[in-house]
């Protein structure tokens, strides 16, 4: 859907200015603040340090308005190199806009250009707000099953 | 999670009405695309209607009119009209009477067990019917003719 009557919206790679609303966006979207983990993966992923992993930010003329990390890797699980998307996250007021569309092609344009041909992420199956959106992306079940299990002390 | 005949019906159906938006459609048109009974497809129209997903058409070439949002119904909101999803499941009985067999695993215990698995699988199968809606089935669609 496109944005209407606002500003455009452009997608680049985070820098470390774009860090504090990239807490408050995840803070107000998982009702938790946790600079530390932010501050590591924008050690990690940030201004483009290693070519595989990307965290990128999509801003408007005033602020960030979403935020999306993902890294290609290597026969993890035994499967060929592919892209994983791990996190993605739009404030709620500039949802429907087609934010979290754009924040997803970027990484997957990222992704085509290091030669990879398909993009996993993993869900929590009670969140039907992401799982939706990535379905309408037109992702399907992966040939996976996420296990877990309590360690005992 | 097996859909009964006449979920399937309904999810059939209120994708051909969704997939033409502001169209009438007859039932017995789609009764005969999707070989479904006339007759049983009326039931699950009416249903359909009652649940505000359609609006009956009356007069000549009467039929339904798809009223509902694609983009928010999800094919769990359609299989709920027709299926109890939330039953008790099989799962989750504690073993009380697990003294009773001491030699081996007691029935109620293997009852618990097996019903946990089938629990899990429905768990997942509702979180996929509940992350997909009427408008990513119809992308699907699309993209499969391609």
Redesign the interface.
Known sequence: MARSGRDPVRVRSAQPRDLGEVIAIDAGITGMRKPEYWGEILQRYGSGRRRQRFFLVAEDASRVEGFAIGEVRDWEYGMPPCGWVFAIGVRPDARLEGIGTRLLEAICQGFRRLGVTQVRTILARDNPLILSFFRSQGMMAAPFIALEKDLEP | MKLQKNTLAALYSVLEFAAHPGEQRSAAGIARQYRISPHHLAKVLRALGRAGLLESVRGVGGGYRFTGNAKRL?LMNVIELFEDINAARRGGRRAARRELEPAGVAPIEVEDAVGVVLAEID??AK??F????L??ML??VA?RRR
Do not use: G, V
Request: proline share 0%; charged share 30%; aromatic share 0%.
């Open positions: 999800t768990e997942i979180a996929t509940s992350s997909i809606t408008d990513t992308k699907l993209r």
